[in-house]
T-cell receptor
Framework: AQRVTQPEKLLSVFKGAPVELKCNYSYSGSPELFWYVQYSRQRLQLLLRHISRESIKGFTADLNKGETSFHLKKPFAQEEDSAMYYCACQGGSEKLVFGKGTKLTVNP | GAVVSQHPSWVICKSGTSVKIECRSLDFQATTMFWYRQFPKQSLMLMATSNEGSKATYEQGVEKDKFLINHASLTLSTLTVTSAHPEDSSFYIC??????????????FGPGTRLLVL
């Protein structure tokens, strides 16, 4: 069964600083990886998925199969990026498994 | 597009009563809907997966007789918490996906329902 680890519960950076939210997964095959974001008092929403290779709101994430990681990065954090971020992994036809989330706070 | 709604957004009930939560896909047909439970400061835990017109598939440890799921149409799934007890108090979130077209099996989440059982 797949497992997702987000080692940081809380992450605080200053506006304009680079930010990296870590995510490691364990799955024997080739999973699909996602980042979901939940802004304050809003629903969970998809930020990006590795298969689409998009950059959303300045965020990017690269799947590193060697390190089994899918870290989320943004070169210049903005205050509006403050939110809960969940990494998720889906292997084949299996269920979507979420990490415990990282709360990002971007300070002015 | 791809909006999922839940009703009610919060509910308070007495122990022993049953509570029904609705999940609707507003602008797409969801062949599959998922029900999650989220405890405070915890991640989302999948409870069950339901496909339209068939019985739900429950995750290990989830009592199917307690958490009744019905997916009668392509836009509506319901979760009924039967004989609710205080330990059932939680945040219940549904999501919906469609395997066709541009949605490409991405799950779209509802806003969640906060259940408090007294």
């Amino acid at each position: 069964a797949q497992r997702v680890t987000q080692p940081e519960k809380l992450l605080s950076v200053f506006k304009g600083a680079p930010v990296e939210l870590k995510c490691n997964y364990s799955y024997s095959g080739s999973p699909e990886l996602f980042w979901y974001v939940q802004y304050s008092r809003q629903r969970l929403q998809l930020l990006l998925r590795h298969i689409s290779r998009e950059s959303i709101k300045g965020f990017t994430a690269d799947l590193n199969k060697g390190e089994t990681s899918f870290h989320l990065k943004k070169p210049f954090a903005q205050e509006e990026d403050s939110a809960m971020y969940y990494c998720a992994c889906q292997g084949g036809s299996e269920k979507l498994v979420f990490g415990k989330g990282t709360k990002l706070t971007v300070n002015p | 597009g791809a909006v999922v709604s839940q009703h009610p957004s919060w509910v308070i009930c007495k122990s022993g009563t049953s509570v029904k939560i609705e999940c609707r896909s507003l602008d797409f047909q969801a062949t599959t809907m998922f029900w999650y439970r989220q405890f405070p400061k915890q991640s989302l835990m999948l409870m069950a997966t339901s496909n339209e017109g068939s019985k739900a598939t429950y995750e290990q440890g989830v009592e199917k007789d307690k958490f009744l799921i019905n997916h009668a149409s392509l836009t509506l799934s319901t979760l009924t918490v039967t004989s609710a007890h205080p330990e059932d108090s939680s945040f219940y979130i549904c999501s919906a996906s469609s395997p066709t077209g541009w949605l490409q099996e991405t799950q779209y989440f509802g806003p969640g329902t906060r259940l408090l059982v007294l």
